[in-house]
């Protein structure tokens, strides 16, 4: 099992939008619709942002949102926010109650 | 609201076991609904699943660390636990504990690690002599 692949680097300016890619395979991310996605802050606990595929936890900003195509999963974050600069990962079920993590994505808000 | 902490010795020698300990606060390690993991983040490097266990003991572990892990639970304590053998410099990361999600579909069969949340802060073990 190889990890997900995501960008290591997005950036945007306040207000824009901007989408972090997750590619998988046909075992993972295009096998079952378990895709979540975390936020973590510098020195801070990751943070739950969208789960299976689309779905927001109570309390996230609908400005996040998640897609899925084939093998690769997406998240977008409209109307940046200098907040929502931090590390985002990937991660998804991939089958045997296994999971696979991407590698994670920087974002910077310009 | 339910939250987890790492705890345990932060620095290890080669070749000797990791022992972790993550205490669960908010909410009992026995309510059934969910699975208890280990996740860890080697330095510049993305986050690796290590595993997870239920409150009865069944456990779910990566098939790469599979041979070196053991993840128990202690429900009177309402902590669950992490030992790593054999470590090397490779296994310097930084160990989370999360609560896992777990789905069940209508045949019975289940899914954990469906997410993953809340997360502890994290706690950075470095292996070296």
């Known amino acids: 099992q190889s990890a997900l692949t995501q960008p290591p680097s997005a950036s945007g300016s306040p207000g824009q939008s901007v989408t972090i890619s997750c590619t998988g395979t046909?075992?993972?991310?295009?096998?079952?619709?378990?895709v979540s996605w975390y936020q973590r802050h510098p020195g801070k606990a990751p943070k739950l942002m969208i789960y299976?595929?689309?779905r927001r936890p109570s309390g996230v900003p609908d400005r996040f949102s998640g897609s899925k195509s084939g093998n690769t999963a997406s998240l977008t974050v409209s109307g940046l926010q200098a907040e929502d600069e931090a590390d985002y990962y990937c991660?998804?079920?991939?089958?045997?109650?296994?999971?696979?993590f991407g590698g994670g994505t920087k974002l910077t808000v310009l | 609201q339910v939250q987890l902490q790492e705890s345990g010795p932060r620095l290890v020698k080669p070749s000797q076991t990791l022992s972790l300990t993550c205490t669960v606060s908010?909410?009992?390690?026995?309510?059934?609904?969910?699975?208890w993991s280990w996740i860890r983040q080697p330095p510049g490097k993305g986050l690796e699943w290590i595993g997870y266990?239920?409150?009865?003991?069944?456990?779910f572990y990566n098939p790469s660390l599979k041979s070196r892990v053991t993840i128990s639970v202690d429900t009177s304590k309402n902590q669950f636990s992490l030992k790593l053998s054999s470590v090397t410099a490779a296994d310097t990361a930084v160990y989370y504990c999360?609560?896992?999600?777990?789905?069940?579909?209508?045949?019975?069969?289940?899914?954990?690690?469906?997410?993953?949340?809340?997360w502890g802060q994290g706690t950075l073990v470095t292996v070296s002599s």
């Open positions: 999360a609560r896992a999600g777990v789905y069940y579909d209508s045949s019975g069969y289940y899914y954990v690690g469906v997410w993953f949340d809340p």
């Open positions: 908010g909410g009992s390690i026995s309510s059934g609904d969910y699975y």
């Open positions: 266990i239920y409150y009865s003991g069944t456990t």
């Open positions: 046909s075992s993972d991310v295009g096998g079952y619709n378990y």
């Open positions: 299976e595929v689309n």
């Open positions: 991660s998804s079920y991939a089958g045997s109650n296994s999971v696979l």
